[in-house]
T-cell receptor, first 115, second 112 residues
Framework: SAVISQKPSRDICQRGTSLTIQCQVD?????MFWYRQQPGQSLTLIAT?????????ESGFVIDKFPISRPNLTFSTLTVSNMSPEDSSIYLC????????????FGPGTRLTVL | QKEVEQNSGPLSVPEGAIASLNCTYS??????FFWYRQYSGKSPELIMS????GDKEDGRFTAQLNKASQYVSLLIRDSQPSDSATYLC????????????FGRGTSLIVHP
């Protein structure tokens, strides 16, 4: 499976600021996904990021709050804008590497705390 | 009705026993089914995928799928303390969807 890295691994931010999370994959992949996992909860999909097109956002998530870039087939960023304490969560990127039908593989995650 | 349901547990089993984890789903056209393991503070790790009715075995893990009854289960034989984790069930809808819906997970505790 693809090897995925994320930066930063964790951060503590002030209310009203923005944080950009990077996701790097060791191979070219078509499908990349961004999830949020709040404490004790399951995974919630924020958006799907395909190279060369606008990200597709799930209900409840908007581009102004979570802008996403996908400049090439190995890299994506998610920005959490104008943060509030409710944005404190773990943010995960995942990929479908195309070798196994619909299987997704996750990066290590970014633990975000907003004060 | 939630799309993917799991008992949150915790499910506690003694070392060496069989742990049985269950998941039900609501969308009858679902086609792909996955089990992920998530250790505390870590990201989910794919351990099994299953696409056809019946059993699929991989080492100590067996996934079972029954589309008519809309459930998928994971059996862990000879459970070890290192199996203690949260197990997430994920289900892809049909119609070419590549996006899984995750259950909330079942916490498994294997005690020595």
């Amino acid at each position: 499976s693809a090897v995925i890295s994320q930066k930063p691994s964790r951060d503590i931010c002030q209310r009203g600021t923005s944080l950009t999370i990077q996701c790097q994959v060791d191979s070219q992949v078509t499908m990349m996904f961004w999830y949020r996992q709040q404490p004790g909860q399951s995974l919630t999909l924020i958006a799907t990021a395909n190279q060369g097109s606008e990200a597709t956002y799930e209900s409840g998530f908007v581009i102004d709050k979570f802008p996403i870039s996908r400049p090439n087939l190995t890299f994506s960023t998610l920005t959490v804008s104008n943060m509030s304490p409710e944005d404190s969560s773990i943010y995960l990127c995942s990929v479908e590497d195309g070798r196994s039908y619909n299987e997704q593989f996750f990066g290590p995650g970014t633990r975000l705390t907003v004060l | 009705q939630k799309e993917v349901e799991q008992n949150s547990g915790p499910l506690s089993v003694p070392e060496g026993a069989i742990a049985s984890l269950n998941c039900t789903y609501s969308d009858r056209v679902s086609q792909s089914f996955f089990w992920y393991r998530q250790y505390s503070g870590k990201s989910p790790e794919l351990i099994m995928s299953i696409y056809s009715n019946g059993d699929k075995e991989d080492g100590r893990f067996t996934a079972q799928l029954n589309k008519a009854s809309q459930y998928v289960s994971l059996l862990i034989r000879d459970s070890q303390p290192s199996d203690s984790a949260t197990y997430l069930c994920a289900v892809n809808k049909g119609g070419g969807s590549y996006i899984p819906t995750f259950g909330r997970g079942t916490s498994l505790i294997v005690h020595p």
